[in-house]
């Protein structure tokens, strides 16, 4: 089982910058994917980036992150970014950090936007004002 827990969500300006934190338990004998979404009141949940722990460079963005949002990891810590830029009230929203557990095996393999994912933190509220 993996357990994540996200942090960094704050209440900023239109312009500013944040950037969350997922700690997360790493799989001994397998790899994750890793993701975050976000999901804005009465909206469904969405992507905002995924990444497999397998291999390097496998970061896929989706629609919210617009070029202004970036992901990343540091493994001695455990821990996933998402690193905000130049935030509009419609990122406001509750960001969430997600995984799932992929064979070891696997090491080509990417972790795409539509994914479904077994694993999910508490999520962490980020409100934009204008």
């Known amino acids: 089982q993996v357990q994540l827990s996200e942090s960094g969500g704050a209440s900023v300006q239109a312009g500013g910058s944040l950037r969350l934190s997922c700690d997360f338990t790493?799989?001994?004998?397998?790899?994750?994917?890793l993701a975050w979404f976000r999901q804005v009141a009465g909206k469904e949940r969405e992507a905002v980036a995924t990444q497999y722990t397998g291999r390097e460079k496998t970061t896929l963005y989706g629609r919210p992150a617009r070029g202004r949002f970036t992901s990343s990891r540091d493994s001695t810590k455990n821990t996933l970014y998402l690193q905000m830029e130049n935030l509009e009230p419609e990122d406001t929203a509750v960001y969430y950090c997600?995984?799932?557990?992929?064979?070891?095996?696997?090491?080509?393999?990417?972790?795409?936007?539509?994914?479904?994912?077994?694993?999910w933190g508490q999520g962490t509220q980020v409100t934009v004002s204008s």
């Open positions: 997600a995984a799932d557990v992929i064979p070891k095996a696997w090491t080509t393999y990417t972790c795409g936007l539509t994914r479904k994912y077994d694993y």
């Open positions: 790493p799989s001994d004998n397998n790899k994750l994917c």
